[in-house]
Nanobody
């Protein structure tokens, strides 16, 4: 059964760090782009970062530049989102997704075919 499971979320103080993992099972990540998305309370889901099959990254949010980094380890069939210098504004449910590619700002979700259930990240002030 094809499955994506996020882990590594939780509560952290402002300025702290977390690393989210996205473990795939039932298929290999080698042939998929991996995207991280987030949905803050009361807001629509937005794309954060995406990494292509070949490792090229796309950043969708200016405010995370230099703080959040996406990576992948195909040997472990896992994607990662390293989050440093976290701010209360980063509080959200974070979702990983995989698909054909990292689409443009216009509709990044269109490139994603499979989604995890999401994991909560809470950044306290």
């Amino acid at each position: 059964q094809l499955q994506l499971v996020e882990s590594g979320g939780g509560l952290v103080q402002s300025g702290g760090s977390l690393r989210l993992s996205c473990a795939a099972s039932g298929f290999t990540l080698d042939y998929y782009a991996i995207g991280w998305f987030r949905q803050a309370p009361g807001k629509e889901r937005e794309a954060v970062l995406c990494i292509s099959m070949r490792g090229a990254t796309t950043n969708y949010i200016d405010s995370v530049k230099g703080r959040l980094t996406i990576s992948r380890d195909n040997d472990k069939n896992t994607g990662y989102l390293q989050m440093n210098s976290l701010k209360p504004a980063d509080t959200a449910v974070y979702y990983c997704a995989v698909g054909a590619g990292c689409y443009s700002d216009h509709d990044p979700e269109a490139g994603m075919d499979y989604w995890g259930k999401g994991i909560l990240v809470t950044v306290s002030a």
